[in-house]
């Protein structure tokens, strides 16, 4: 049961890095933003980080609410797409920073999707040893996923992610309105890790979403709303537990042992992320039957839901030697077989398993890899 415009809001603690994030949905809470940031921050001067398509629409509402709660705000634009996350517009926003004059006390506000989020999350970590920031994700993979859990990164030459640090946010503020306007594939991407997080830690949220899978599916409000609460606190309760990705936070990694490996085996051009996760937790799925115990029945519900948000089924022919050669460069796999996050239930997820390669073998050439 749901009731559109509704507001929640909760904390995560997590052990290590001693701080709390504050979560908060409110769709339309982008126009009161400036009274959340005000809770969490003492600052005087704060930097609105945004992607230029999302600071093009959402910036200025921002922007006018953190300066009605007394802000001075600088707002400094990064391009669109994973190209931010080249080191050199990490330089440009330590020189935005200092130009704007932003001091230990003072705060970054991030204001995009996943790309975002990192970016300046990693900006802010290594900001005068590390200042205060704050989350506005706008894409619901961000919201549902990559905005709590204090990882933040840039890529370099060598690969993904390479440089980053823990630096979790003092606050997340996720307007699920902001949705409206993201692509229809954007928002199908992110629902992908919401069946994830199902999947593998939560079976009432499994079970909501495809009760709801309608509403979900047609992208309204109220649905994505409790769909990223539930989300969010299903991964809060794992993280908490378990910062780094040592214990239970594991099971997070379900449908990624593949997914990963088919998004660099496509140079990151081919599927997006959560395009590419489906396909991994299908593949998953069909050895979580073979190796885990995980009934034909549920492995069908899986793919009926994923059917129901018209996620892949099949990845673009890619062949299996590289997707094997992006899963060793991964540590998922070496000589004896590949690492995965198996589900023995709906709801349940195993530590990851070494798998046979000639059964990985056979479970990516069903799942469209080439000989
Ligand atoms: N830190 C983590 O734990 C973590 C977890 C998963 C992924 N990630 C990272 O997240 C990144 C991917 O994030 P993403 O999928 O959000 O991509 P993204 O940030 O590039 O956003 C996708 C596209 O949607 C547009 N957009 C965003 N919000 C919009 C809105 N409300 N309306 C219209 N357009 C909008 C953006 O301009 C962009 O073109 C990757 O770099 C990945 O490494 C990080
Ligand atoms: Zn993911």
Redesign the pocket.
């Known amino acids: 049961v749901y009731s559109p415009g509704v507001t929640d809001e909760f904390t995560i603690r997590t052990r290590r890095a001693a701080r709390e994030s504050r979560i908060r949905i409110e769709p339309g809470g982008l126009a009161r933003a400036g009274e959340f940031a005000r809770r969490l921050s003492g600052a005087r001067r704060v930097a609105v980080v945004g992607?230029?398509?999302?600071a093009r629409?959402?910036a200025p509402t921002l922007l006018r609410s953190l300066s009605r709660a007394g802000f001075e705000c600088e707002r400094i634009d990064v391009p669109?797409?994973?190209r931010?996350?080249q080191p050199a517009h990490l330089v440009r926003l330590w020189s935005g920073f200092a130009a704007a004059g932003l001091g230990r006390a003072d705060l970054v506000v991030a204001v995009?999707?996943?790309?975002?989020?990192?970016l300046a999350?990693f900006a802010a970590a290594t900001w005068m040893r590390g200042v205060d920031w704050i989350g506005v994700?706008?894409?619901?993979?961000?919201q549902v996923?990559?905005?709590?859990?204090?990882?933040?990164?840039i890529?370099l030459p060598a690969g993904?992610?390479l440089a980053?640090a823990y630096h979790p946010p003092v606050g997340v503020l996720v307007d699920p309105e902001?949705?409206?306007?993201?692509?229809d594939r954007?928002r199908r991407?992110?629902l992908a890790?919401v069946v994830k997080t199902g999947m593998a830690v939560d079976a009432a949220l499994f079970a909501w979403l495809e009760r709801e899978a309608g509403s979900v599916a047609a992208g309204e409000t109220g649905a994505l709303a409790v769909a990223i609460a539930r989300s969010l606190k299903a991964k809060a309760r794992i993280v908490q537990r378990d910062e780094r990705d040592s214990g239970p936070r594991t099971a997070l990694n379900f449908g990624h042992t593949l997914g990963h490996a088919l998004e660099a085996a496509r140079s990151y051009r081919g599927p997006?992320?959560?395009e590419a996760v489906a396909v991994g937790m299908r593949t998953a799925a069909a050895l979580s039957v073979r190796c885990a115990g995980l009934s034909p029945n549920a492995r069908e519900r899986l793919d009926a839901l994923l059917d129901r948000f018209r996620l892949p089924r099949r990845m673009p022919p890619t062949p299996v030697a590289r997707l094997f050669a992006c899963m060793e460069r991964d540590k998922k796999a070496d000589a004896h077989g590949v690492r995965w996050v198996l589900t023995p239930r709906v709801g349940h997820a195993s530590v990851p398993r070494l798998i046979p390669r000639r059964l990985v073998r056979a479970a990516l050439l069903e799942a469209g890899a080439r000989g």
Do not use: F, M
Request: negative net charge; without cysteine; proline residues 4%.
């Open positions: 992607d230029a398509a999302v629409r959402y669109q797409g994973e931010a996350k995009g999707g996943g790309v975002t989020g990192d999350g994700p706008t894409t619901l993979l961000a996923d990559s905005s709590i859990g204090g990882k933040t990164a890529d993904k992610n980053g902001t949705l409206r306007t993201l692509p954007q991407a992110g890790e997006l992320h959560g």
